[in-house]
């Protein structure tokens, strides 16, 4: 090694140095080419991390007093992206920045099953599913449904566009009217997907609802109507009956007379 004026040393010649001088199983070991190896002397990357124990990882330990730090970045002029693999299972996750998005895929399924958009827009290319375990909530309380139904009565719901999506239309209520009218959520400019739900389930049992009495009450009323229709039947067989027998009565009265 020699000292530069700058006072940086650089390595002349390490791999001669190294091949001579290796740690007990090849611990650090640099190629001609430049790549250096740890656990291994046949590094495939200008960096190789190998071990066969379980004990193989990377650690980043940053011990100075709390903030927020950038411990890992990758900086690329173009598509930037780590894999993750498992070589046992053969599948290979891919994370990716593609300049207008970042993406989460499976090698080989092509296309990304989740990605996030610069605007904040999320793509999920299967179910979300929600945790919704009653082991996990606390605080259970029984609901007012009609009263559920009354606010979703009352909540204004309009269409329109996010201001850096334009084009893309959208129908729904406002964060703020729907935090006001139900109170649900920790923040007026969201609205989580697991409330909506619940409000509109409470609402429907409570449409369906006034629908079974709007049915018995409907119910009731044909059968009035069937009994008045039968009676009406009645009076008019009865009225018919009355007048055969005027008639009768009168033919009987004329002959009478004559």
């Given amino acids: 090694m020699r000292a530069t004026k700058k006072g940086v040393f650089l390595l002349t010649g390490l791999a001669l140095v190294m091949s001579q ?49 950038t411990l890992f970045e990758l900086q690329n002029p173009g598509r930037t992206h780590f894999k993750i693999t498992n070589t046992d299972a053969g599948s290979q996750w891919v994370f990716t920045n593609t300049g207008s998005s970042f993406f989460i895929s499976l090698q080989g399924t092509g296309g990304p099953e989740f990605k996030i958009l610069n605007n904040g827009n999320a793509i999920l290319a299967g179910v979300l599913t929600e945790g919704s375990d009653i082991n996990s909530k606390t605080a259970i309380t029984d609901i007012d449904e009609q009263e559920i139904l009354n606010l979703v009565s009352a909540l204004p719901v309009t269409k329109w566009e996010y201001k850096d999506a334009r084009g893309e239309v959208h129908i729904g209520p406002m ?8 109170g649900l959520g920790n923040s007026e400019t969201g609205i989580a997907t697991i409330d909506t739900v619940g409000v509109a389930l409470a609402a ?46 009168l033919v009987l009265t004329k002959t009478a007379m004559n």
Avoid: C, W
């Avoid at 964060?175 to 139900?182: E, K, L, M, N």
């Fill in 175 to 182: 964060a703020q009217d729907f935090y006001a009218a139900f």
């Fill in 204 to 249: 429907i049992k409570a449409l369906n609802e006034a629908n079974i009495s709007l049915k018995q009450q409907n119910s009731e009323l044909f059968a009035r109507i069937e009994k008045l229709e039968h009676q009406q039947s009645q009076v008019q067989a009865m009225m018919a009956a009355i007048i055969e027998t005027q008639k009768g009565a």
């Fill in 21 to 69: 001088y290796v740690v007990a199983d090849d611990a650090i070991h640099v190629t001609p080419s430049g790549n250096v190896g740890f656990g291994t002397n046949t590094p495939t990357s200008q960096i190789e991390v190998s071990r066969s124990d379980g004990t193989a990882k990377i650690l980043v330990n940053e011990t100075g007093a709390p903030a927020t730090r």
